[in-house]
C-alpha cells in the first residue's frame, strides 16, 4: 500500500470545511495506513487558538464525523497550530521555522501542502507570501491547493492564477473541485470506457440527448453573503457542471495520465458552443425560489434569507442547453439543470438512447420507453439501464424493465469520500481529478457570456416554488426539442 510523508499546511483550519472534511478525510486515511506516522499538519487561522485548543477541535471534528475513537489521540498528536496574519511577513517567518522543525521530527523529506481552505481574497497574498518567506523553498515537493471560488469571471481567475503561478508552478496548483472526488462522477470514464456495450453507442447516432441534474433540498442557509454575488451558475455551473459534462462528452484518452485526459476535457470543453448574448435566453435559464414547503416545514423565499437583498436578482437555479459541435456531438443537447430548494437532493446523468428505426410494437398501449442509462451520483450511487421487455402475456405489448448496479458500500469506513481521495491524489502527486487552468478559463469564458446578459437584464424572480424542480421555463427548454426532463428519482 502506498503511504505518504507530507506537511500538511491547512490555512483557514478553524474553519467549516476542516472540520467537516479535512480532518475526517485525513482521519480515515491514517486509519487505513495511507498516512504513516510521517506526518504532521499544521492549522492556520487568525483565532488565537493554543495547540491544545486546536487539538481538541480536531477530535472533537472526527467525533461529530466519524464517530469513531480508535487511535485518535495518537493521530491528534500530529497536529499543530499556529495564529496567524495573512499580510503579516513575522507571520510567516515564525511558520517556516515550524514547518522545519517538524521536518526533522517527523523526517518529512522536505515535502510540504499547502492547502488554501479560506476566503479566496487572500490567495494570492498567501501564495505571494510563502514564496516571499521561503517556506516554498524546500528540498521536497511543494504543492498548493485551493478551493473555489477560482475567481469571480474569466479576467479575476487570470488574474488570481498569475498571482500563483508567481510562486508555483501549474502542475504544483490543485484547484479542488469535490465533484471529481465523487466515486460515480471517476466511473463515468470506466462506464464509458471499459464497457463494449456503450463506447460504440457513446455518440449523435445513437444518443438523442443527455440529461444532467444535480438538485439540492436545502436553500441558501447562512451562506447568504458569498452566494449574493455568485448565484448557481457560478456557484455549482461554471465547476461541477461543466465538469460532468466535460467527463460525459470528451474523446477516450490515448493513456490514462494525467496530461491526456486533461487535454481531452479541455477539447470537449473547447467545442462548447459560444453563445451571443441575444441567444442567452434560448439556451439557458435562470430561477429563484421563493417560499414554499420542504417535506413538513414552510420556508421562506430566497429574498428573505438572511444576508439577502429583497431585491435580489440572484439565480438560485440554472437549466440550460449546451451543444458541441464536434463530429461525435453535433445535434445531441445537453441539458443541464442545478438549484437550490428543490424537491429532492441528488445528483444524477441521464443518457437517453434514440428510438428504434421502427416500432413493431405498435400496438403497445404506450409509446415504446427509449432506452436509458441512468448513472447515480448521489445519494445512490450505482448504474441504471432502462430497457423494454415483453409485458406478461401479451406478444405486441412491452413493459419497461431496470437492470440496475448499486454501488453503495455497507462499510462507510471503507468508502472514501470525495475529500478523502482528492487529499490521497494531491500527496501522491496525480492531479488527474483536480481541475487544470485551461479547464477554468474555458468555463469561465462560457459562463461569463450567459451572466453578463442575466445581469443586463432583470428577471421576474421568484419564480419556483421551494420544493418543486424549478422554474416552467426549464421545461420548455427540452419540449422546444421534443423532449421532457426525466425523474430524478
Ligand atoms: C458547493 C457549492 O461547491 O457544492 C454549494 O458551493 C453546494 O452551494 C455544494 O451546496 C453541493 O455539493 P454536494 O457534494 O452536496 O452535491
Known amino acids: 500500500q502506498e503511504t505518504q510523508v507530507s506537511l500538511i499546511m491547512i490555512f483557514g483550519a478553524t474553519g467549516d470545511l476542516a472540520k467537516r472534511k479535512l480532518f475526517p478525510s485525513l482521519y480515515h486515511l491514517y486509519r487505513k495506513g495511507k498516512l504513516t506516522d510521517q506526518f504532521a499538519v499544521v492549522g492556520v487561522a487568525r483565532r488565537p487558538w493554543t495547540n491544545e485548543e486546536f487539538v481538541q477541535h480536531v477530535k472533537n471534528s472526527i467525533e461529530n464525523a466519524v464517530g469513531c475513537h480508535e487511535d485518535i489521540d495518537d493521530f491528534a498528536s500530529h497536529f499543530y497550530y499556529q495564529p496567524h496574519d495573512v499580510s503579516d511577513t513575522a507571520s510567516y517567518q515564525q511558520l517556516k521555522e515550524l514547518a522545519s522543525e517538524l521536518d526533522t521530527k517527523y523526517r518529512l523529506e522536505g515535502n510540504r501542502i499547502f492547502y488554501l ?3 479566496p481574497e487572500f490567495f494570492g497574498t498567501i501564495a505571494h507570501h510563502l ?20 475567481g469571480h469571471d474569466l479576467p479575476s481567475a487570470q488574474e488570481l492564477n498569475e498571482s500563483l503561478r508567481k510562486a508555483f508552478k501549474e502542475d504544483e ?12 462522477v471517476q466511473n463515468i470514464e470506466v462506464i464509458r470506457f471499459a464497457n463494449a456495450l456503450f463506447e460504440p453507442l457513446w455518440n449523435n447516432r445513437f444518443i438523442s440527448n443527455i440529461q444532467v441534474t444535480s438538485s439540492e433540498v436545502l436553500g441558501v442557509e447562512e451562506r447568504g453573503r458569498y452566494y449574493e454575488k455568485s448565484g448557481a451558475l457560478r456557484d455549482m ?26 487535454s481531452e476535457k479541455v477539447k470537449a470543453l473547447r467545442a462548447m458552443r459560444q453563445m451571443e448574448a441575444n441567444e442567452v435566453p434560448t439556451y439557458f435559464v435562470r430561477g429563484q425560489y421563493g417560499s414554499g414547503v420542504n417535506g413538513e416545514t414552510k420556508v ?4 428573505e434569507e438572511p444576508n439577502v437583498d429583497e431585491q435580489s436578482n440572484t439565480e438560485t437555479y440554472v437549466g440550460g442547453k449546451i451543444l458541441i459541435d464536434n463530429f461525435r456531438w453535433a445535434g445531441v443537447p445537453f441539458y443541464i439543470r442545478t438549484g437550490k430548494r428543490m424537491a429532492a437532493k441528488s445528483t444524477k446523468i441521464v443518457v437517453q438512447f434514440k428510438d428504434i428505426p421502427m416500432n413493431l410494437y405498435y400496438g403497445a398501449t404506450k ?3 427509449p432506452n436509458l442509462l441512468v448513472i447515480h451520483i448521489q445519494p445512490d450511487e450505482g448504474i441504471t439501464l432502462h430497457l423494454n421487455a415483453q409485458r406478461d402475456g401479451s406478444s405486441t405489448e412491452t413493459k419497461p424493465v431496470k437492470l440496475s448496479f448499486a454501488n453503495n458500500s455497507v462499510d462507510s469506513m471503507n468508502t472514501p469520500e470525495a475529500y478523502e481521495k482528492l487529499l490521497y491524489d494531491c500527496m501522491r502527486g496525480d492531479a488527474t481529478n483536480f481541475t487544470h487552468w485551461d479547464e477554468v478559463a474555458l468555463s469561465w469564458a ?3 457570456k450567459i451572466s453578463e446578459y442575466w445581469s443586463s437584464t432583470p428577471a421576474s424572480f421568484p419564480n419556483y416554488e421551494a420544493g418543486s424542480m424549478g422554474p416552467k421555463q426549464a421545461d420548455e427548454l427540452l419540449s422546444n426539442d421534443g423532449f421532457h426532463w426525466w425523474p430524478i428519482d
Request: zero cysteines.
Open 367 to 369: 409509446p415504446l420507453s
Open 446 to 448: 462560457f459562463v461569463d
Open 173 to 184: 496548483i490543485y484547484r479542488i473541485d469535490h465533484y471529481l472526488g465523487k466515486q460515480m
Open 237 to 262: 455551473v461554471q465547476n461541477h457542471m461543466l465538469q460532468m459534462v466535460a467527463l460525459l462528452a470528451m474523446e477516450p484518452p490515448i493513456k490514462l495520465t494525467t496530461d491526456e485526459i486533461r
Open 300 to 303: 421562506v423565499g430566497y429574498r
Open 131 to 150: 514564496k516571499g518567506e521561503g517556506l516554498t523553498d524546500t528540498a521536497g515537493f511543494k504543492r498548493l491547493v485551493i478551493e473555489k471560488p477560482f
Open 117 to 119: 481552505a479560506m476566503a
